[in-house]
């Protein structure tokens, strides 16, 4: 049985649960978006959920950014498909849902409540945006990407035995 995840706002404005296969916060971004809109040690931490399953209290007080992405990758600006929710009144950040996956939607740890499991490794991706100021933690057992690495959030869980089934 999935995990039953519940989170909210600062403030209390926005609630909401989703359940998760994969609740464990292992993928650290260091790319500007991430670490901009959620991520004040240099990286955010976005975690799986099943997004026919979210359930939202406060709907009224969301609001949704759609960054603009030019870089490297992306040498002409395109708009991002992902849709990242946040607390109109605070400013929290919620998840990211993106319509080319329209089954999952990415909670970010930040705003979990649940308490969450301890990762036996983590991944640190895009290290090619990360600030200057930022010195990842690496660890032993932990793997590190300049982008992105070929390995999902669910099929990392399902690796390392941390699937919920």
Known sequence: MP???KGS???GAVRFE???HTP???????CSICRKQQGGGGFAINLGADYETLKITGKHSLGVYRAEIED???PHCEVSTGERNFCRKCGSALWLYDPTWP???HPFASAIDTDLPKPPEKVHLMLKYK???VEPVVGRKDKVFDVYPEESIADWHKRT???VD
């Open 18 to 20: 989703v359940e998760s």
């Open 24 to 30: 464990v916060p292992f993928m650290l971004c260091y």
């Open 161 to 163: 035995g941390m699937w």
């Open 72 to 74: 490297d990758e992306h």
């Open 9 to 11: 706002c600062r403030c």
């Open 3 to 5: 995990v039953l995840l």
């Open 103 to 105: 089954e999952l939607v």
């Open 131 to 133: 600030a200057n100021w």
